[in-house]
């Protein structure tokens, strides 16, 4: 919302400067946005007298000037037609900025020749839109500071307007806060008394009571319209909006000066009264934008006997609106409920000043004060007589009386405000006080926001300003028991760094996805697909991060990236509840990386892919012995190089393995991508064993170390031999290794040769030979029973 | 020829075979024709049995003077033939270590997580816990029970994401906020409460300094006697400690929140030196978060009596207090996973 400081001193009688103006404005919580104040601007720039002036020896089209300056004769170069020996000229030095253009001068050689400064246009100055020419100014000595010849420079000031001051969308508002902050004094509001030569002439009727309780109405008839008065054209100017004429001036100039939207309709082009009603099916109007608009009957509309005119509160038609031949007008100051107009104007897309201030709330009260302010304007300008007001329906004037204990801001906010304060400000601001033990506060009605104490506390704080908060420190919390940090947490930490420890970097992904990526990993349900996805690429919750980890990796390989090592943990989504979002670890392998002298790094295959995982299961405290290796083929993975870790048949903790070539290609990913995805939530806690360690029982005794060698069919899962041979002998048994895995000459069809080395560790005594052929004949036992062979 | 002639010769001899030998092999051949079972100078002691004890007691020992006068000559020889050997494998073994080292795969983490680490230190100093709460959320939680009016402008489908109506009509939402997180603990856990809840945030957003994803940080404090005092010296220190400066100006104006009554936003000082933010001092504000006593219509939403009860809630862009701190210019590049911006932007495990 902007306004000018002339504007505001309309109504508040301040000697404050501009600084302290904007200053206070932002304490009471006005947010200032913009200041611009063209006086600043135009600091540097003083009256310059053209002496003499040259065609430029190189170009036709300038003209070397000597200009009379305050730094003496000074050699401008100018481009301008109307740069001319003997007119009075804006002289900017070397040095200013000039905001036009968005340039700081400095000296400068135009084909050749020396320039020293610049000749401005009104528009080069912001003060005007003319860029034809360079400004001629009256008769006024060189060296006056320009803003002394152009007359008083009235700065602009815009402003965030929160949705809970509706009041502020007018400068009144603004200028009783800053009265109330103790700025200046508010001027009283005179509402001039507007003489009723007759009687309110059209029929004017709500058939909406909800949507338009109210309808204020008054007629002025044998005016004459024109354009409005200079000062009024200024205002409107100086705040961006185009003077049209006296009669849509007027509207304008109430609109932002007292948050109170009007229309005027021109009465010769009316058939009849004026209804407000719901619109109908089929019906439509040409707006006052040009446009046709369709209605519906959840739309409030103004009507004659046979023609929608415009909707109510929001924009006017083109049908009844008002030009110069406009002699008889009806005044239209109405009440129109806030969510009917937020829903037809977001349905048909349409925004006005009247919408903004009906959506967020106008002050019923305001209806006749309006018209009364907006008759006097017109009468004054455009002649004419006056009606008597007519109100269809009742505004909905609430008298609210919120019950205050003074000592609700010191409990709130820890200021001690004095009670004679408090009554000050509030009054200031427009409520009524009845003080006793507890206040009887009576909220204007112009402010729809003030419900209850904390309300009334916070209208106390804000003028009274924050910058009195003491700073308090908050007290140790007595002997509330602590919570521990989530398990969720610690584990999202712990697989980060188990992550960031095999090399791989950290992303952050979108947690939505495209539709076709998602797809190659799991059918998400409708539940989950956005209705308003920014665009048609982030349009579903990912089931998991491995398509965006894709993409990712798909950009960093067409810049050029040799290897691609990313990872993320964040959020896999099933369905729309709690529960239906995981927390995952997933990571990506792609490319064999820089190439090493001492030997080339392999392409990622589906073991890099497992170990990550196994990796970030170790780091979350995942009972590693007791998982179990799955291979069922999963969407997007390889079907035949890819695998889960399962705790028990059903509970998988993570799954792992190389990306479906055909996947692959779709994100021009050649050669082998390792990826895994480990479920962090699926992970069953840990038993609290305390922060004490088992006792370290070191044996003392050597370890024996047996290699065997079995054939075992090709088909077998290598980890069933390895955990039958761990069971072949719990006690003696301590480690089983696979350590080489043959297929080839001497090993028949169907059958791979798996090296096993077993770690025997003896408790009491040292093995004697005939220990270790009794325990390797349980192992070639256990290894048998699973199908594999002693080779010979 | 007298035996002291005779050893003499010997002894020239055999010293003459002992410094011409190469290698360890030689002297041993040397050793072995010297001082083995049929060397000459064993053979020359045998000899001493056949003597008379005259003549032994002068031959013995000198012959067996020589035997370990050769004995010592070997055993020099050998240490210098070691040596030797050892100099010449060594030689044999050198390198050019120059040449580079394998490349190490260093992982870094992303400045989220580190900025996420920071803040759940700095309060959980102050006694604050971490809490979380699911992205998809529901009405009530995102909105209704932070005392959002039902034609509220962010329930707009150009403001949030929205999921299609369930049977009843409502429409399930990405959550715009952290706050729901303060309703849920609201209404899990009994006052005292001083919580922090960070997490990812969704908006219909997408420009340069927008993402339609974000970070946020919510923090809440419920209790009896909590005030805006708390809420500044609070913050205060979090900033202070934040941005690690021990001289901090701000300035709490007034806003508005519907979840906060009375409401502020948080300025801090700061001046640019180049291109480089410093915040602390300086003659212009920084907005940094929005923060506020919680609104009482929010504390009966979650079942806490808002005579009895009271307390603070804030909220902070976690992206932004990022590219702060750390100086990264653009928001976008947060989220495009590109391995270049990670590894100069991004941070080692042992730093997080």
Redesign the interface.
């Known amino acids: 919302m902007k306004f000018t400081l002339s504007w505001l001193k309309d109504h508040l009688d301040t000697d404050a400067s501009l600084d302290q103006i904007i200053e206070t404005m932002?304490?009471?919580?006005l947010?200032v946005e913009e200041v611009i104040d063209p006086s600043e601007a135009l600091a540097p720039v003083t009256v310059g007298y053209v002496k003499h002036a040259e065609p430029h020896p190189d170009a036709d089209r300038l003209r070397v000037c000597k200009v009379d300056t305050k730094d003496g004769e000074m050699q401008i170069v100018c481009g301008a037609p109307n740069a001319r020996e003997g007119i009075r000229v804006a002289y900017a030095p070397v040095g200013a900025y000039i905001p036009g253009i968005d340039v700081t001068l400095s000296k400068a050689k135009i084909r050749g020749v020396e320039s020293f400064g610049m000749m401005c246009s009104s528009r080069e100055l912001e003060l005007g839109d003319d860029h034809d020419g360079i400004m001629e100014l009256p008769e006024a000595e060189v060296g006056t500071p320009l803003a002394d010849v152009v007359g008083p420079l009235d700065p602009v000031i815009d402003f965030e307007v929160?949705?809970?001051?509706p009041d502020t969308n007018g400068v009144r508002a603004i200028a009783r806060d800053l009265a109330a902050e103790g700025l200046g004094t508010l001027k009283p509001l005179e509402v001039p008394e507007v003489e009723a030569s007759f009687d309110q002439p059209v029929t004017v009727i709500t058939e909406a009571p909800d949507a338009c309780p109210a309808f204020g109405a008054l007629t002025i008839r044998g005016l004459k319209n024109g354009p409005s008065p200079e000062w009024l054209q200024q205002r409107l100017k100086a705040i961006g909006l185009r003077p049209i004429n006296m009669l849509v001036d007027v509207t304008n100039f109430l609109s932002y000066d007292a948050a109170r939207p009007l229309h005027v309709y021109d009465i010769k082009k009316l058939n009849g009264g004026v209804h407000a009603r719901m619109g109908k099916v089929g019906e439509s109007f040409e707006a006052l934008n040009d446009k046709e608009y369709a209605v519906d009957e959840t739309m409030c509309v103004i009507a004659d006997d046979e023609n929608v005119l415009g909707l109510g509160g929001i924009m006017g038609g083109t049908s009844s609106g008002c030009d110069e031949t406009t002699t008889d007008v009806l005044i239209e100051s109405a009440y129109f409920d806030?969510?009917t107009i937020?829903?037809t104007g977001?349905k048909l897309s349409l925004t006005s000043d009247a919408r903004y201030r009906f959506?967020r709330g106008i002050d019923p009260a305001s209806i006749e004060d309006g018209l009364k302010r907006a008759a006097a304007m017109i009468l004054e300008t455009c002649g004419g007589e006056a009606s008597s007001i007519t109100i269809a329906g009742t505004p909905p004037v609430e008298e609210k009386t919120v019950s205050y204990p003074p000592a609700e801001v010191?409990?709130?906010?820890?200021?001690d405000v004095p009670e004679s304060r408090q009554e000050e400000i509030l009054s200031a601001l427009g409520f009524e006080v009845s003080r006793g033990g507890t206040w009887d506060v009576k909220v204007p009605t112009w402010r729809p926001d003030v419900e209850?104490k904390?309300?009334i506390?916070?209208e106390v704080?804000?003028v009274h300003g924050?910058?009195n908060?003491?700073?308090?420190?908050?007290p140790?919390?007595g002997d509330?028991p602590?919570?521990q940090?989530?398990l969720?947490?610690i584990r999202a930490?712990a697989a980060?760094?188990a992550?960031?420890?095999?090399?791989?970097?950290?992303?952050?992904?979108?947690?939505?996805t495209d539709e076709e990526g998602a797809a190659r990993f799991a059918e998400q349900p409708?539940?989950?697909?956005?209705?308003?996805?920014?665009?048609s690429d982030?349009s579903v919750?990912r089931p998991t991060p491995l398509p965006?980890?894709l993409?990712?990796?798909s950009?960093?390989a067409a810049?050029g990236?040799e290897s691609?090592?990313?990872?993320e943990v964040?959020?896999a989504?099933t369905d729309?509840?709690?529960k239906?979002?995981r927390t995952v670890a997933t990571g990506l392998l792609w490319g064999a990386?820089?190439r090493?002298?001492?030997g080339s790094t392999d392409e990622p295959s589906v073991f890099d892919a497992k170990a990550a995982a196994l990796s970030v299961l170790e780091a979350i405290g995942a009972p590693a012995s007791r998982l179990m290796v799955f291979s069922d083929p999963l969407p997007g993975y390889h079907p035949t190089r890819s695998g889960q870790l399962r705790l028990g048949p059903k509970n998988t903790l993570a799954r792992f393995g190389e990306l479906h070539p055909s996947v692959a290609k779709a994100y021009d990913l050649p050669g082998r991508t390792a990826i895994f995805e480990v479920e962090l939530d699926a992970v069953p806690p840990a038993k609290n064993k305390g922060a004490t360690k088992p006792a370290l029982g070191l044996p003392e005794l050597m370890p024996v170390r047996r290699d065997f060698a079995f054939l075992y069919p090709a088909e077998k899962p290598a980890s069933d031999l390895v955990k039958a041979i761990q069971g072949a002998d719990k006690a003696l048994i301590d480690d089983v290794r696979l350590f080489d895995v043959y297929v080839g000459k001497g090993v028949p069809e169907g059958q791979r040769s798996l090296a096993i080395e077993v770690v025997l560790q003896p408790n009491k005594e040292t093995l004697t030979d005939k220990d270790i052929e009794a325990v390797s004949a349980r192992i070639v036992a256990a290894a048998e029973k699973q199908g594999g062979s002693l080779r010979g | 020829m007298t035996l002291e002639a005779d050893i003499a010769s010997l002894e020239e001899e055999l010293n003459a075979k002992i410094a011409a030998a190469e290698d360890e092999r030689t002297l041993e051949d040397v050793r072995v024709s010297a001082l083995g079972k049929k060397g000459v100078v064993s053979e020359k002691m045998k000899t001493l049995g056949k003597m008379s004890p005259e003549e032994r007691q002068v031959a013995g020992p000198a012959l067996n003077g020589l035997k370990a006068r050769i004995a010592d000559a070997i055993g020099a020889r050998k240490v210098v033939l070691e040596e030797a050997a050892l100099a010449e494998k060594l030689e044999a073994e050198r390198v050019d270590v120059s040449?580079?080292v394998?490349?190490?795969?260093?992982?870094?983490?992303?400045p989220?997580?580190k900025v996420f680490?920071e803040v759940a230190e700095i309060f959980a100093a102050?006694?604050f816990?971490?809490?979380?709460?699911?992205?998809?959320e529901d009405d009530f939680h995102n909105f209704t029970a932070l005392n959002f009016p039902?034609?509220?402008?962010a329930r707009?489908?150009?403001d949030t994401?929205?999921?299609?109506p369930?049977e009843g009509g409502e429409?399930?939402v990405?959550r715009t906020h952290t706050s729901p997180v303060q309703v849920r603990t609201m209404m899990e856990e009994k006052p005292?409460i001083?919580v922090i809840a960070p997490g990812?945030t969704?908006r219909?957003?997408?420009d340069q300094t927008h993402t339609?994803?974000f970070h946020q940080v919510e923090g809440l404090?419920i209790d009896k006697e909590?005030?805006?005092?708390?809420l500044?010296?609070?913050l205060?220190?979090f900033c202070r400690e934040f941005f690690d400066v021990k001289q901090l100006k701000t300035?709490?104006?007034?806003?508005?929140f519907p979840f906060t009554?009375?409401?502020?936003?948080m300025d801090v000082g700061y001046e640019r030196d180049g291109a480089v933010v410093k915040i602390g001092q300086g003659e212009d504000w920084m907005e940094i978060l929005g923060c506020g006593?919680v609104?009482?219509n929010v504390l009966k939403a979650c079942g806490l009596d808002?005579d009895e009860y009271?307390g603070f809630a804030f909220g902070m862009g976690v992206d932004r207090l990022a590219m702060l701190k750390y100086g990264i210019p653009d928001l976008r590049p947060?989220?495009?996973?590109?391995?270049?911006w990670?590894?100069h932007y991004?941070f080692?495990?042992h730093e997080?």
């Open positions: 932002v304490k009471v919580g947010e929160t949705p809970n001051r806030p969510l937020a829903k977001r959506e010191t409990r709130l906010t820890g200021m209850g904390a309300d506390a916070e704080a804000r924050l910058d908060l003491p700073t308090d420190v908050l140790r919390l509330a602590r919570r940090p989530a969720s947490e930490d980060r760094r992550c960031a420890g095999i090399g791989l970097m950290e992303a952050v992904t979108w947690a939505f409708k539940e989950i697909h956005l209705l308003n996805p920014i665009s982030l919750m965006n980890l993409l990712a990796a950009r960093n810049r990236a691609v090592r990313l990872f964040g959020g989504y729309n509840t709690p239906g979002q990386g820089v090493d002298w001492q | 040449l580079p394998a490349p190490q795969q260093v992982g870094k983490l992303h989220i997580t680490a102050m006694g816990e971490v809490r979380e709460g699911p992205d998809i039902p034609e509220h402008p707009e489908m150009h994401f929205f999921f299609p369930k429409k399930m990405l005292p001083r990812r969704f219909c957003d997408s339609p994803m404090v909590t005030h805006m005092g708390h500044k010296g609070t205060e220190a300035r709490f104006r007034p806003h508005f009554e009375p409401s502020a936003e006593m609104h009482p808002p009271q947060f989220f495009s996973g590109d391995q270049r990670i590894e991004g080692q495990p997080v």
